[in-house]
């Protein structure tokens, strides 16, 4: 059976041997127009035969670059990065350290953040731990994630705050917390206790409107030597 496109190719300077030849059709003519390639080809006349090559290079161009826009893009570990510290600035206020539901979050939150936990574990985590360490190890890449935001961006801070919030509570001195936020584990000493004193100036005005939007309960507490709080 004798093929109906056998070639040769009409661009300039082919000596392309195929296998496969395309027919320069009405409808390629009108393509080459329309995606603006036809004026650096004016001498192909319709009936003449392209190698596929060339073809697709010049006919279906169009076609070619909605197909290199809907391959997946692999982004560097720095793009992630940065990715993620946009991720979690945003979610200030609402630390999450479950990380099944950690990675549910920061995916949903931006797409392209597909498989970037899973790259996080095969580095740190080795195949040889058992399953119940590996999934131990799984939270502390969580926090991982947010002291890498952290140090790009020193306002997504808020689990550096809490561990800051931790240590005072704990008794821990100025010089401590301090040094913990040397090594970027915690907010500093003037950051926490800036907190605190928000959190006590804020107090009175919530149970104030807790009050107002209650008003039709009455709570009765007896404070027991400031220890035990007993609810009527």
Do not use: W
């Not at 070639?7 to 320069?24: A, V, Y």
């Not at 970027?184 to 000493?189: H, I």
């Not at 907190?195 to 149970?207: D, Q, V």
């Amino acid at each position: 059976m004798v093929r109906k496109n056998s070639g040769l190719c009409s661009i300039q300077n082919c000596n392309s041997q195929g296998p496969r030849f395309r027919q320069f059709t009405p409808l390629a003519h009108k393509k080459t127009q329309k995606n603006g390639n036809y004026k650096y080809y004016t001498y192909l006349r319709i009936g003449q035969q392209l190698c596929h090559t060339h073809y697709m290079r010049i006919v279906e161009a169009d076609h070619n670059e909605k197909l290199k826009s809907q391959e997946p893009k692999n982004y560097s570990f720095v793009e992630q990065v940065t990715m993620l510290t946009k991720v979690l600035y945003k979610q200030r206020g609402n630390i999450e350290l479950d990380p099944t539901r950690f990675q549910q979050m920061i995916i949903k939150a931006e797409p392209c953040l597909q498989g970037f936990f899973d790259k996080l574990m095969k580095a740190l985590i080795p195949d040889r731990r058992s399953m119940y360490n590996k999934i131990e190890a799984q939270k502390t890449i969580v926090t991982l994630c947010y002291i890498m935001a952290g140090l790009r961006n020193k306002f997504a801070n808020d689990l550096k705050l809490e561990i800051g919030l931790y240590l005072s509570s704990s008794g821990a001195t100025r010089t401590a917390i301090d040094t913990m936020n040397s090594i970027g584990l915690s907010a500093c000493y003037t950051t926490v206790n800036n907190f605190k004193r928000k959190l006590a100036n804020e107090h009175p005005l919530k149970i104030r409107d807790f009050f107002k939007e209650q008003h039709n309960y009455l709570y009765i507490y007896n404070l027991d030597d400031y220890h035990d709080i007993h609810e009527k």
